[in-house]
């Protein structure tokens, strides 16, 4: 593939994702890394697209299609009905991760009368709480996706594997027989540490979701301990998530009943080792609140 042919093919592909590591590029032209890495300095000095830390993004994106305000609007009366609903599956004082979806958005914000340890990559979440005197939050770092606002990169990642939490609250682009997939690797990678962080896994989908196929698989549907949906999600999807042991709970304004209480913290996974003491964040080293 000729210099030229690369740097289309980049820019084509950052016109769809806005924002995508060096390594994402790479596998897109089958070039190594360095040559990316060059074809990015290259296309940034014609004003094409701004280096970051490990990738690179659009300089100047063509649409709002995907920005958090945008999507934040559609189907929003069904965002606050899961919102609401997988609140009232958590008890209070848990450590939460919240994914960086509109959907957790709206989970977050109904679970501050629970006073929970909220860790997160998503900047609207963090904003959220910022003069909040209840609340204690955790953001990652990493690179921002500004569309989004979402942290991510190899910061965001590593963030996560050096935390654990009580549950992790998930959004996605797609739910199918298949597994769940979102629109982006680089949030696949992020959601894939933050299900490795912690003990329970939630998905909240509104109904659009089910039956529609994203971009890059995310997991299968047994590695989810429950969805929150509304009440339009189709029959089947439900049926076969029930299949596979996963709690469904349907957000139709009714009295949620909480989840099972765990006792005990479990092992870290085998290729998730915690680091060692001296380098644990803060949060590892608080007392685990028990359900």
């Known amino acids: 593939?000729?210099?030229?042919?690369?740097?289309?093919?980049?820019?084509?592909?950052?016109?769809?994702?806005?924002f995508s590591s060096l390594d994402e590029l790479s596998e897109l032209v089958d070039a190594s890394v360095s040559t990316v890495r060059r074809d990015v300095s290259l296309m940034e000095s014609r004003g094409l697209v701004c280096r970051t830390h490990g990738g690179a993004r659009l300089a100047n994106p063509k649409s709002d299609e995907y920005t958090f305000s945008t999507r934040d609007t559609r189907c929003l009366a069904q965002k606050e009905a899961i919102g609401r609903a997988c609140a009232g599956l958590i008890p209070a004082n848990q450590t939460v991760i919240v994914d960086a979806g509109t959907t957790c958005y709206h989970v977050a914000v109904q679970l501050e009368a629970k006073s929970p340890h909220i860790i997160t990559n998503s900047l609207p979440v963090a904003?959220?709480?910022?003069?909040?005197s209840r609340m204690e939050v955790v953001v990652t770092g990493g690179v921002i996706y500004p569309k989004l606002g979402v942290l991510v990169g190899p910061l965001a990642v590593e963030a996560f594997t050096k935390l654990r939490a009580d549950v992790a609250i998930l959004s996605c682009g797609g739910v199918t027989e298949e597994g769940i997939s979102n629109s982006h690797g680089l949030l696949i990678e992020i959601q894939r540490a933050m299900i490795n962080a912690a003990r329970r896994v939630i998905l909240c989908v509104d109904s659009s979701k089910f039956g529609r196929q994203s971009i890059s698989k995310l997991c299968e549907l047994d590695v989810l301990d429950a969805v929150v949906t509304d009440p339009a999600a189709p029959e089947s999807f439900l049926h076969l998530l029930r299949e596979r042991n996963v709690h469904v709970t349907i957000a139709n304004g009714e009295a949620v009943e909480g989840m099972p209480a765990l006792d005990t913290l479990l092992p870290p996974e085998a290729d998730a080792p915690l680091p060692e003491p001296s380098q644990r964040s803060y949060f590892e080293?608080?007392?685990v609140h028990q359900l």
């Open 285 to 287: 080293e608080m007392p």
């Open 1 to 18: 593939m000729t210099l030229e042919e690369r740097q289309r093919r980049i820019e084509e592909h950052l016109l769809k994702v806005e």
């Open 127 to 132: 904003n959220h709480f910022s003069a909040s």
